[in-house]
């Protein structure tokens, strides 16, 4: 079993950023393993759909971003600490969700919302205009 434990969010104003980390854990969870999953975030607002922010293939930094964060936001990993984060800069009221790390095991190129198998508890962040 493993764990994802976001952290970073809170309340910011429109142009600022936010840095968030989703630390990894798991009884027999290693480096070795980590390294191996695709890791994504994801963001939701009330009684909406999970959407798609961005992903990284750990083993070989391919990252992937929803086009309404290209460019402003920076998903990347730290294998040492099975740590993700994801830079978020210029940021917009739009912006404002429950952020979720999630992992997908299989550390499939493109995953589906299906294919992550592990997720956080989830971090707000507010922008205010």
């Known amino acids: 079993q493993v764990q994802l434990v976001e952290s970073g969010g809170g309340l910011v104003q429109a142009g600022g950023s936010l840095k968030l980390s989703c630390a990894a854990s798991?009884?027999?969870?290693?480096?070795?393993?980590?390294?191996?999953?695709?890791m994504g975030w994801f963001r939701q607002a009330p009684g909406k759909e999970r959407q798609f922010v961005a992903a990284i293939v750990v083993w070989n930094s391919n990252t992937y971003y929803a086009d309404s964060v290209k460019g402003r936001f920076t998903i990347s990993r730290d294998n040492a600490k099975n740590t993700v984060y994801l830079q978020m800069n210029s940021l917009k009221p739009e912006d404002t969700f429950v952020y979720y790390c999630?992992?997908?095991?299989?550390?499939?190129?493109?995953?589906?919302?299906?294919?992550?198998?592990?997720w956080g508890q989830g971090t707000q962040v507010t922008v205010s205009s």
């Open positions: 798991g009884r027999t969870f290693s480096r070795s393993i980590f390294s191996t999953y695709t």
């Open positions: 999630a992992a997908d095991p299989a550390g499939r190129r493109i995953p589906s919302l299906r294919d992550y198998a592990y």
